[in-house]
């Protein structure tokens, strides 16, 4: 399962932090800093997602 997480982490990571950016750009937060916070939110908010996955699809 873990094989599995690793793959849906290497979708689901840069989809998060995608988003986490554009909503950070989007509230008005548009210097370097508050982008980086939001990037690395998204990137960690992966891996719970991504475990949750694979364990419904496994």
């Not at 990137?43 to 719970?48: G, K, L, N, Q």
């Amino acid at each position: 399962m873990t094989r599995l997480t690793a793959l849906l982490f290497s979708i689901i990571a840069p989809s998060l932090m995608g988003i986490a950016v554009i909503v950070a750009l989007t509230t008005g937060l548009d210097t370097l800093q508050p982008i980086i916070v939001a990037a690395t939110i998204g990137f960690f908010a992966a891996f719970p997602v991504s475990w949750i996955v694979a364990k419904q699809l496994a």
